[in-house]
């Protein structure tokens, strides 16, 4: 079982920048692909970043030039640098794992609020 718990979110101006955290309770290279996906009510959990264990990185259209998902191996944290934050970044914020057996966890959550 792996736990994930995030950090960092809060509500912001349109414009600022937000770090999330997700902190793993599993060695981070030992799993396949972490991200970061985002829900708001009513509507469906949508993709915001992915990155695979050998680094590679997929971003929603929505986010490329503005948001950098990253990870720490010793710290066994992964990381979503948000920029240019617009009203419609507005979600809950979830960290996704997924092993190599393509078992999937989830974290809780957190609140990321956008204000124009």
């Known amino acids: 079982q792996v736990q994930l718990v995030e950090s960092g979110g809060g509500l912001v101006q349109a414009g600022g920048s937000l770090r999330l955290s997700c902190t793993s309770s599993?060695?981070?290279?030992?799993?396949?692909?972490m991200g970061w996906y985002r829900q708001n009510p009513g509507k469906e959990r949508e993709m915001v970043a992915r990155?695979?264990?050998?680094?590679?990185?997929t971003y929603a259209e929505s986010v490329k030039g503005r948001f950098t998902i990253s990870r720490d191996n010793a710290k066994n944290t992964m990381y979503l640098q948000m920029g240019s934050l617009k009203p419609e970044d507005t979600g809950l914020y979830y960290c996704?794992?997924?092993?190599?057996?393509?078992?999937?966890?989830w974290g809780r959550g957190t609140q990321v609020t956008v204000s124009s």
């Open positions: 996704n794992a997924q092993n190599f057996l393509r078992v999937e966890y």
């Open positions: 599993a060695k981070i290279f030992s799993l396949n692909a």
């Open positions: 990155v695979t264990s050998g680094g590679s990185t």
